[in-house]
């Protein structure tokens, strides 16, 4: 496990926090959706990895009332930020890296909206979550494919130039996909809304572009796409019988 990279992740979600709420419609949709595939069965202590400043935890909370909630981020600000927004529940906040879990706890429910994309080994992480789930418990979370932000891919790669967003790796576990267009207004307010949310860190051993390649690609991308990006998201389960 890399230290440098924990800490980068942390750092930057970290300065972003104070206004991660004011850029992330994205999230907070996709929130919804996981949302309503939640189980309704009985369930009794819920885990929270990457919480970020509650976009998910608000459903848990309404879903599963007077309910045993730990709920977690690896980011202390993003916790923070979440913490004052429902300060008279009673929920277990912690800092917590979802790749270093402590296996001996056990919980019926274990959730992530968009959190494990920041995972160096998102199966083997998997694994250990799953092990986590007391009988008849489930594990869900939604992450990015790799399929997320072809538009711009495409266009660096047609000038040649380096791609710094994250390898996103596919599990096996997934359930359901589904395609989000978006309009920006353009590359720079897309690459903009990426770094307000903390997501900006880049891929490990990536050059950063010039300003002159940063331009260049800006220029062309709002030519071919008008500022329309695609995520692409992956809905993850796993069942413990
Ligand atoms: C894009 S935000 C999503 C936040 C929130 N779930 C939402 O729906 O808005 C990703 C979150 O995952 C957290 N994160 C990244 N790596 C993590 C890790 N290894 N363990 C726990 N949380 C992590 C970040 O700090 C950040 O708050």
């Known amino acids: 496990m890399s230290t440098n990279w ?22 907070k949709d996709i929130a919804h959706n996981l949302a309503a595939d939640l189980p309704d069965k009985d369930i009794s202590d819920i885990l ?22 730990c709920i977690t981020d690896i980011s202390p600000n993003m916790l923070k930020y979440a913490k004052e927004k429902f300060p008279d529940k009673n929920i277990y906040w912690k800092i917590f890296d979802g790749e270093n879990p402590d296996i001996s ?85 897309f690459l903009h809304s990426i770094k307000d949310i903390g997501a900006g860190l880049p891929r490990k051993n990536y050059t950063p572009l010039t300003p002159k390649q940063i331009k260049q690609a800006c220029d062309k991308f709002d030519k071919d796409y008008a500022g329309n990006i695609t995520w692409h998201i992956l809905y993850g389960r796993i069942d413990k019988k």
């Open 105 to 189: 706890q056990k919980y019926d429910l274990i959730v992530a909206n968009m959190a494990f994309q920041w995972f160096e080994n998102m199966e083997g992480s998997l694994l250990k979550l799953s092990s986590m789930l007391n009988s008849g418990g489930s594990l869900f979370y939604t992450i990015p494919s790799k399929n997320s932000f072809n538009e711009w891919k495409e266009t660096l790669k047609s000038l040649d130039l380096p791609n710094g967003i994250l390898e996103f790796q596919e599990p096996s576990s997934i359930y359901k996909q589904e395609e989000m267009l978006v309009n920006y207004v353009n590359a720079f307010d």
């Open 6 to 27: 924990k800490s980068n992740v942390i750092r930057s979600f970290d300065s972003k926090s104070s206004i991660y709420d004011q850029n992330c419609k994205i999230q």
């Open 48 to 69: 929270e990895i990457g919480c970020g400043t509650g976009n998910l935890t608000q459903y848990l909370l309404y879903l599963y009332k007077n309910k045993n909630f």
